[in-house]
């Protein structure tokens, strides 16, 4: 299953400090078929064992995607990495989120600008939409497109 789903808490402690849920997934996309990646991946020519870069990046399983929302609203915007490999990073411009679930654990909340997403993260976000209607505001996913090894990754390469 490459899709969200989700287990709503009947007692969550956000409840009544938003009006509405969105629900966004991030993901990688590649032009090539599975199978096509694999020979290239398990390869002669790719020494390093260097995974397949994506393509592209979709928000909801499509590119350009519109996401009404209202002014002035408080959302709980559930968004989930659904990718196979890439990290992304995530924010809303013009606006600050406050990160008030990981992986399915309430936590306190946290104001931030962006969020980064690591391929199966998820995180509820409460978001105030400006109350300001003379432009739209883009949701933005941008694939992580370096990937550092840690020193002990790089030790055992």
Same mark, same amino acid.
Request: glycine share 6%.
């Given at each position: ?56 990046? #979709? %928000?909801?399983?499509?590119? /350009?995607? =519109?996401? &009404?929302?209202? !002014?002035? *609203? ?5 968004? $989930? ?43 509820? #976000? %409460?978001?105030?939409?400006? /109350?300001? =209607?003379? &432009?739209?505001? !883009?949701? *933005? ?5 370096? $990937? ?10």
């Amino acid at each position: 299953m490459r899709q969200a789903f989700l287990v709503n808490d009947p007692e969550g402690p956000y409840l009544g400090k938003y009006e509405k849920e969105i629900v966004l997934t991030v993901s990688d996309w590649y032009h090539e078929q599975m199978p096509t990646l694999i020979k290239k991946f398990i390869n002669v020519a790719n020494p390093t064992g260097a995974e397949p870069v994506p393509n592209a990046v #979709l %928000l909801n399983d499509t590119q /350009n995607l =519109t996401v &009404a929302v209202e !002014p002035g *609203i408080t959302y709980l915007l559930r968004i $989930i990495n659904v990718s196979a490999f890439a990290g992304h990073y995530f924010w809303i411009e013009g606006h600050t989120m406050s990160i008030v679930e990981v992986d399915g654990v309430w936590t306190d909340p946290v104001e931030t600008d962006t969020i980064y997403l690591t391929a199966a993260l998820r995180y509820g #976000l %409460l978001v105030t939409m400006k /109350n300001d =209607t003379s &432009a739209n505001f !883009p949701m *933005i996913s941008s694939m992580d497109t370096v $990937i550092e090894l840690s020193p002990l990754a790089m030790a055992v390469r």
